[in-house]
């Protein structure tokens, strides 16, 4: 499901004990099994968090949530509020706002493979200070992203974002590791980190931020 927020928040922490209980509603197995495929598609969620979260949610979805649910690049966006509820209740009733932030912030440092823990503790600050369950966690991520970046952006260093913009920029060949080194200085130095942060989230890049993109990209790449 990659569009359950700009970046996959999918965790490998432990199933909190007793989640998925008994009363929840058989599920076809089938179906099951294609939402698991589709909740750990790109991410790295365990396979345990994704079973709770589809076993929970399969029995609710309606015959066309369901359908967009087993998308491999499934996009939350597109379903019914009802859906949306019904997926949002799962994350709630199988992995907690603590349990999420581990996998939140190393996305949020350009996928780092350890985050440090002073670094960490800011995320878990604030995403628990702003969401009471992974579900809201989840909502906002889907159905505001801006938002939910602009909450953590205190808590992204000014390397990841220039990693990531490296990363951006070399994907494909658009420009050379120098190039692109080049480009991702120039613009730090004209665009805030929570500035950067908050237009990556959104569906556009506002015009202004784009401008200033494009003309590092461009001028570097003229100039090596």
């Known amino acids: 499901m990659r569009r359950m927020m700009m970046i996959p928040v999918f965790v490998t922490a432990l199933l909190v004990v007793g989640a998925c209980g008994s009363s929840t509603p058989a599920a ?7 939402v698991v495929a589709s909740v750990t598609n790109g991410s790295s969620i365990s396979r ?4 709770c979260i589809a076993e929970a949610a399969v029995p609710k979805l309606t015959p066309k949530g369901l359908k967009e649910s087993k998308k491999k690049a499934s996009d939350l966006s597109k379903l019914s509020k009802a859906d949306q509820k ?8 199988c992995v907690t706002v603590a349990q999420l932030t581990p996998a939140i912030a190393k996305e949020f440092q350009s996928g780092a493979g350890q985050v440090a823990a002073k670094s ?7 995403l628990t200070s702003h969401y009471k369950s992974s579900g809201d966690l989840m909502r906002a991520a889907v159905n505001d992203s801006s938002k939910f970046a602009s909450a953590l952006s205190k808590c992204v260093s000014p390397d990841a974002i220039r990693e990531s913009l490296i990363q951006a920029m070399t994907s494909g060949g658009a420009l050379t590791q120098a190039q692109a080194t080049c480009a991702a ?15 990556g ?4 890049l506002p015009a202004d931020i784009q401008s200033k993109i494009e003309a ?9």
């Open 185 to 199: 200085d120039k613009i730090l130095s004209e665009v805030s980190v929570s500035d950067l942060e908050q237009a």
């Open 48 to 51: 345990s968090h994704a079973t």
């Open 201 to 204: 989230s959104a569906s556009k």
């Open 86 to 93: 019904v997926i949002f209740d799962s994350f709630s009733s």
């Open 216 to 224: 590092a990209a461009a001028g570097c790449a003229a100039s090596s």
């Open 120 to 126: 960490e503790k800011c995320y878990v600050d604030a």
């Open 28 to 34: 076809n197995k089938a179906d099951v099994e294609a």
